[in-house]
């Protein structure tokens, strides 16, 4: 279920933009522990002599290194004194001071340093490695087009596309197009003096970015300990109580309206603790001719892979955005707050006619990352089998595999098209699908134009990597984990769902248009959501927002302040409610809230819509 393909792509659907949201889905998400790891795009082996009493061979200043320091620190595991003990946190910190190296570099230095890089062995690999810098850029174009005579600083923008792809980056028709804008070039020709200075300023603003933030880090902590000289001291106490009665409510849909249905999940995972976690969901784009009547249902669905019936009570909330006119702009209108048994739904009565896209969302409360300890579990099922000196599909990896095309078969046609196909294939790789992996695929299977990829032909792709003798079970199960399952074959970081939208119109089509990673859909909700919310004062600068209806409860917290605050919400009792906190928790989570910021503190999920939802908390300001 892996690809050597190479990923620099954010995670849209075909030629077709993403939504108006951050896809969190670069180099650092599927690298996750949770997710399968990718390859990193194929370069130039440099091999480094690691010798710890080699001499330094630059010259860092001491801004220099008291900006390594800060990287270093922002990835070290807290759990070791000053060490970093995880592969991919060390490669987040060379890419915070500006050093991509090659995989095989990488492996090297990983092993060499016994997989524990202190500070001392990180700068001395600064030393050693070449950094990214606006000279090498330009001696790394100078090199590539020595050969062209009319090389001169502007190159055509077609061929350096063309070059980008031979080299490896495979960079989507959308994300070229993003680049040709961002580069602002004229008459096809990109200015590399432009480019390499641009990649250089970059490089600069990430760099006073994290400095920034380390200083108000530093003068948060000083302002919390002059505050607190002796012991913890609460300034301010405001119990949260939240009540929701029990509603019977029953969703009516008039006879002879045309629906059309599509299936979706939704995915969780981490980077090294279940605290890191990420929601990811699935975009859906429709429109309207006329004004309208429109219901929006979406209802979670089960399989023997998810074990008991919790998620068949999922905390969901419907999404519906506007598409603005002439614009790639999405405007929030609407919040689904209504259930009918199982159903989130929304009901509009007079839609008016325009574009739409609708994103499911999950928070957590019922949907949870697995803990660390199941998630390094040895595997307890065999993924493929051995046969002679051949490798075959266990009748488990290919049970998976089955319920996996199911998934993803969206519009249930028996088929997986490019669309589709690539979802997957995002998700378990985190990687697109180019033309040419396209065309490669439908001459592996013998497609037609046109044509998708059956169930018989889904195994046939997957069971190429079973018979591949440098493919390891490792990597097998990567790409289940992805998509979700445990080591047990067990579903419990996934759960699917149907989305149904019922409209008096004859020729309507809902397309799935992108994956969300939905953190960015937080930002979008604070705004929505508090006209609509409870006001509670917690002091003269921090303000909470309660918003409840009839499926549960969304808090935020508002500090308007120009310090950052520290905020303990204790969940004391609750009573048919799933919540993204702790509750009865001895040790409160704190949760820090940014100057001049929103943020929200729980998401509180009515399980028995036919019983109250009760909810007591105290929230209180450090």
Same mark, same amino acid.
């Given at each position: 279920?892996?690809?050597?393909?190479?990923?620099?792509?954010?995670?849209?659907?075909?030629?077709?933009?993403?939504?108006?949201?951050?896809?969190?889905?670069?180099?650092?998400?599927?690298?996750?522990?949770?997710?399968?790891?990718?390859?990193?795009?194929?370069?130039?082996?440099?091999?480094?002599?690691?010798?710890?009493?080699?001499?330094?061979?630059?010259?860092?200043?001491?801004?220099?290194?008291?900006?390594?320091?800060?990287?270093?620190?922002?990835?070290?595991?807290?759990?070791?004194?000053?060490?970093?003990?995880?592969?991919?946190?060390?490669?987040?910190?060379?890419?915070?001071?500006?050093?991509?190296?090659?995989?095989?570099?990488?492996?090297?230095?990983?092993?060499?340093?016994?997989?524990?890089?202190?500070?001392?062995?990180?700068?001395?690999?600064?030393?050693?490695?070449?950094?990214?810098?606006?000279?090498?850029?330009?001696?790394?174009?100078?090199?590539?087009?020595?050969?062209?005579?009319?090389?001169?600083?502007?190159?055509?923008?077609?061929?350096?596309?063309?070059?980008?792809?031979?080299?490896?980056?495979?960079?989507?028709?959308?994300?070229?197009?993003?680049?040709?804008?961002?580069?602002?070039?004229?008459?096809?020709?990109?200015?590399?003096?432009?480019?390499?200075?641009?990649?250089?300023?970059?490089?600069?603003?990430?760099?006073?970015?994290?400095?920034?933030?380390?200083?108000?880090?530093?003068?948060?902590? !000083?302002?919390?300990?002059?505050?607190?000289?002796?012991?913890?001291?609460?300034?301010?106490?405001?119990?949260?109580?939240?009540?929701?009665?029990?509603?019977?409510?029953?969703?009516? !849909?008039?006879?002879?309206?045309?629906?059309?249905?599509?299936?979706?999940?939704?995915?969780?995972?981490?980077?090294?603790?279940?605290?890191?976690?990420?929601?990811?969901?699935?975009?859906?784009?429709?429109?309207?001719?006329?004004?309208?009547?429109?219901?929006?249902?979406?209802?979670?669905?089960?399989?023997?892979?998810?074990?008991?019936?919790?998620?068949?009570?999922?905390?969901?909330?419907?999404?519906?955005?506007?598409?603005?006119?002439?614009?790639?702009?999405?405007?929030?209108?609407?919040?689904?707050?209504?259930?009918?048994?199982?159903?989130?739904?929304?009901?509009?009565?007079?839609? #008016?006619?325009?574009?739409?896209?609708?994103? #499911?969302?999950?928070?957590?409360?019922?949907?949870?990352?697995?803990?660390?300890?199941?998630?390094?579990?040895?595997?307890?099922?065999?993924?493929?089998?051995?046969?002679?000196?051949?490798?075959?599909?266990?009748?488990?990896?290919?049970?998976?595999?089955?319920? !996996?095309?199911?998934?993803?078969?969206?519009?249930?046609?028996?088929?997986?098209?490019?669309?589709?196909?690539?979802?997957?294939? !995002?998700?378990?790789?985190?990687?697109?699908?180019?033309?040419?992996?396209?065309?490669?695929?439908?001459?592996?299977?013998?497609?037609?134009?046109?044509?998708?990829?059956?169930?018989?032909?889904?195994?046939?792709?997957?069971?190429?990597?079973?018979?591949?003798?440098?493919?390891?079970?490792?990597?097998?199960?990567?790409?289940?984990?992805?998509?979700?399952?445990?080591?047990?074959?067990?579903?419990?970081?996934?759960?699917?769902?149907?989305?149904?939208?019922?409209?008096?119109?004859?020729?309507?089509?809902?397309?799935?248009?992108?994956?969300?990673?939905?953190?960015?859909?937080?930002?979008?909700?604070?705004?929505?959501?508090?006209?609509?919310?409870?006001?509670?004062?917690?002091?003269?600068?921090?303000?909470?927002?309660?918003?409840?209806?009839?499926?549960?409860?969304?808090?935020?917290?508002?500090?308007?302040?120009?310090?950052?605050?520290?905020?303990?919400?204790?969940?004391?009792?609750?009573?048919?409610?799933?919540?993204?906190?702790?509750?009865?928790?001895?040790?409160? #989570?704190?949760?820090?809230?940014?100057?001049?910021?929103?943020?929200?503190?729980?998401?509180?999920?009515?399980?028995?819509?036919?019983?109250?939802?009760?909810?007591?908390?105290?929230?209180?300001?450090?």
């Amino acid at each position: 279920m892996n690809s050597s393909r190479s990923i620099r792509s954010n995670a849209s659907i075909g030629d077709r933009a993403s939504p108006n949201f951050l896809i969190k889905r670069s180099d650092n998400i599927p690298n996750r522990s949770s997710s399968p790891p990718l390859n990193n795009r194929s370069s130039l082996i440099r091999l480094q002599d690691t010798d710890k009493n080699e001499p330094l061979t630059k010259n860092f200043n001491e801004d220099d290194i008291k900006y390594h320091k800060i990287a270093f620190e922002r990835c070290i595991d807290l759990s070791e004194r000053g060490v970093i003990t995880n592969r991919e946190r060390f490669i987040q910190a060379l890419n915070y001071v500006g050093y991509d190296l090659p995989k095989a570099t990488i492996d090297q230095l990983w092993s060499a340093n016994h997989e524990e890089i202190t500070f001392k062995s990180f700068e001395r690999i600064l030393n050693q490695e070449k950094s990214i810098d606006e000279r090498i850029l330009e001696e790394a174009f100078e090199t590539l087009y020595s050969k062209d005579k009319k090389f001169d600083w502007n190159i055509d923008f077609n061929k350096f596309r063309t070059d980008m792809i031979e080299k490896g980056d495979r960079l989507t028709e959308v994300e070229f197009e993003k680049l040709r804008r961002l580069l602002g070039t004229e008459n096809g020709k990109i200015d590399v003096k432009k480019l390499t200075k641009s990649i250089g300023e970059n490089k600069d603003n990430c760099r006073q970015k994290i400095i920034i933030e380390k200083k108000e880090q530093r003068r948060d902590e !000083i302002e919390r300990l002059s505050s607190r000289p002796n012991s913890p001291k609460l300034n301010n106490n405001n119990n949260v109580r939240i009540r929701i009665d029990s509603t019977s409510q029953k969703l009516i !849909i008039p006879s002879g309206i045309r629906s059309v249905q599509i299936k979706g999940a939704f995915f969780c995972e981490y980077f090294d603790s279940p605290t890191d976690a990420l929601y990811f969901s699935i975009g859906y784009s429709f429109e309207i001719k006329k004004n309208t009547s429109v219901w929006i249902t979406l209802k979670p669905i089960t399989s023997p892979y998810h074990a008991g019936s919790l998620f068949k009570n999922l905390d969901v909330r419907l999404l519906l955005f506007e598409k603005l006119p002439r614009s790639t702009e999405r405007r929030l209108i609407q919040i689904s707050s209504a259930r009918s048994g199982i159903k989130s739904y929304i009901e509009l009565n007079d839609l #008016p006619k325009g574009s739409y896209e609708i994103i #499911p969302i999950t928070f957590g409360g019922v949907l949870r990352p697995r803990t660390r300890e199941v998630n390094e579990r040895p595997p307890i099922k065999t993924l493929r089998e051995t046969r002679g000196k051949k490798y075959s599909m266990s009748k488990d990896y290919r049970d998976a595999l089955e319920y !996996i095309f199911d998934v993803f078969d969206f519009n249930d046609n028996k088929q997986l098209d490019r669309n589709e196909y690539n979802l997957w294939t !995002i998700r378990t790789t985190g990687e697109e699908i180019t033309n040419e992996d396209w065309l490669s695929i439908r001459d592996h299977v013998s497609l037609d134009e046109g044509e998708g990829i059956s169930k018989e032909n889904f195994f046939k792709l997957n069971d190429f990597e079973v018979q591949d003798p440098d493919t390891t079970e490792t990597d097998l199960w990567a790409g289940l984990k992805s998509i979700g399952f445990n080591y047990a074959l067990e579903l419990d970081m996934m759960c699917p769902f149907e989305l149904t939208v019922h409209v008096n119109e004859s020729n309507i089509h809902l397309e799935s248009t992108s994956f969300v990673e939905l953190t960015e859909i937080k930002k979008i909700l604070i705004k929505f959501l508090q006209n609509k919310s409870e006001k509670i004062k917690i002091n003269s600068t921090v303000q909470c927002f309660n918003y409840h209806d009839d499926c549960g409860s969304i808090l935020i917290v508002d500090n308007k302040g120009p310090h950052n605050v520290r905020i303990s919400a204790q969940v004391v009792n609750s009573n048919n409610a799933a919540l993204t906190l702790p509750i009865d928790s001895r040790k409160p #989570p704190i949760i820090n809230i940014r100057h001049e910021t929103s943020q929200i503190i729980w998401f509180a999920h009515k399980l028995d819509s036919l019983r109250p939802m009760e909810l007591d908390a105290n929230v209180q300001v450090q």
